[in-house]
T-cell receptor, first 113, second 119 residues
């Protein structure tokens, strides 16, 4: 059974650019959640996708957007990057939206200069 | 909105000893889940233990156990017989049991406690 994978591992962008981060969910999982973890802080929920539709959203501006594909993999897109977007971005997958455990990927470290 | 607070930024324990990490939360809901996650320097978040709010019995997973005090909104993690591999950031997290809300099944995390294990 393959776990949650994320790409790339590290990324450096400049302010104003756009970035796309990718996540492959664990086999059999149809729900993907994205979190932003600033240095020294706990993760913050960005949004969740369930069967290709956004199912919930945290307190993040519209320039944070996402997609989920028929194979349940997902992308996180961030437009007009700001310095404060520098963080570890975590993806978590689970089977359905319910009480099932969320399994996390290793994260993508984004640095905005 | 729910909040989760971890008041201990850092904790230290001697190998083979016992340590307790504290967590308090605030919610108006009666049904929810609480979790402790471990994040080693490798960054991958790993679930340590979970507790359903409707269960009075405290959860236990091998050397890890919790003290869940629903009325006090407290959820501490006890690590017995600490090992060097336990050194990591530990996050307490809350999740509502309601599915039909705008937040899906989002996890609300505390700020974390860095646990150091001394040989």
């Amino acid at each position: 059974e393959t776990g949650v994978t994320q790409s790339p591992t590290h990324l450096i962008k400049t302010r104003g650019q756009q970035v796309t981060l990718r996540c492959s969910s664990q086999s059999g999982h149809n729900t993907v959640s994205w979190y932003q973890q600033a240095l020294g802080q706990g993760p913050q929920f960005i949004f969740q996708y369930y069967r290709e539709e956004e199912n919930g959203r945290g307190n993040f501006p519209p320039r944070f957007s996402g997609l989920q594909f028929p194979n349940y993999s997902s992308e996180l897109n961030v437009n007009a990057l700001e310095l404060d977007d520098s963080a570890l971005y975590l993806c978590a997958s689970s089977f359905t939206r319910g009480r099932n455990e969320q399994f996390f990927g290793p994260g993508t470290r984004l640095t905005v200069l | 909105a729910q909040t989760v607070t971890q008041s201990q930024p850092e904790m230290s324990v001697q190998e083979a000893e016992t340590v307790t990490l504290s967590c308090t939360y605030d919610t108006s809901e009666s049904d929810y889940y609480l979790f402790w996650y471990k994040q080693p320097p490798s960054r991958q978040m790993i679930l340590v233990i979970r507790q359903e709010a409707y269960k009075q019995q405290n959860a236990t997973e091998n050397r890890f156990s919790v003290n869940f005090q629903k009325a006090a909104k407290s959820f501490s993690l006890k690590i017995s017989d600490s090992q060097l591999g336990d050194a990591a950031m530990y996050f307490c997290a809350y999740r509502s049991a309601l599915l039909d809300n705008n937040a899906g099944n989002m996890l609300t995390f505390g700020g974390g406690t860095r646990l150091m294990v001394k040989p």
